[in-house]
């Protein structure tokens, strides 16, 4: 399967939305609405029959930080 996003990409992180919050969601949801660039790609294969998993390296802009994040905490920026 091919990855939604690609290494160099430019993306957002999305919000939260009103989803119950977990640990990994309140932390991310600090860098809602910043700006970085995708690094690497992983992806974890679920089974047969069954679509891969995708998981981002993004490095944010004008911040010394690299985060991951699943494909559904992002978007393409189009700024």
Partial sequence: MADTYEKGQKVSI???????????DSTLGSYAGKIGTIIDVYWINMGAGTQN???????????DKDIVVHEDEIKAYLG
């Fill in 53 to 63: 998993f995708h998981v981002y390296t993004v490095r944010l802009e004008n911040e």
């Fill in 14 to 24: 999305k919000p939260m939305g009103n989803k119950h919050a977990s640990s990994r």
